[in-house]
């Protein structure tokens, strides 16, 4: 079975959009990389994460991955700090009991943690997946709604159960 890896924020749950509000609320530049890194640091994380909504049914459709037996499924999500890890593992536990989660120190790269060779990786970051794919992984592109790119791209995680391994 072909491993799968799937990230955490912008295709699970909606925590790219919610957080950057939040940013735009509370005067900071997201692009203030100190500013930034310093807001997620002291995020209340447990809170968003509940508030957070989920993206088109992320937790059903993984489940239903799972279940086909198709791939390996894990999810790999990048955290500042250790309370994001702990607060993300913990919520993704409520609905997924049988799912390998693997927190990544922002610092380190999606492709130094695990094995990318011939794995999916389904990411909304552009710089994740072409590691991955510089890597010899396979890279989809993830989007809350539809847009053409240069990676195989999807907008609901159940169309990787019809994602043709030719086409990888
Ligand atoms: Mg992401």
Not at 126 to 136: C, I
Not at 140 to 164: G, H, M, N
Request: with cysteine; glycine share 4%.
């Amino acid at each position: 079975m072909r491993n799968l890896y799937i990230d955490f924020d912008g295709v699970i749950s909606d925590t790219i959009d919610v957080t950057y509000q939040m940013m735009k609320d509370q005067g900071i530049d997201r692009l203030d990389v100190a500013a930034s890194s310093k807001f997620y640091r002291e995020l209340d994380w447990p809170t968003l994460l509940e508030q957070t909504p989920l993206i088109n049914n992320s937790m059903e459709k993984i489940q239903k991955i799972i279940d086909s037996n198709r791939y390996n499924v894990a999810i790999l999500t990048h955290v500042i700090s250790l309370d994001e890890a702990v607060a993300k593992i913990k919520y993704i536990r409520k609905f997924l009991k049988e799912i390998t989660i693997i927190p990544v120190p922002k610092k380190v790269s999606k492709t130094e943690t695990v094995c990318a060779k011939d794995a999916i990786l389904v990411d909304d970051y552009k710089g994740n997946l072409s590691e991955w794919e510089a890597a010899g992984g396979i890279g989809v592109r993830f989007y809350k709604t539809k847009k053409e790119t240069k990676y195989i791209d999807i907008t609901d995680l159940e169309e990787l159960l019809a994602l043709s391994i030719d086409k990888c």
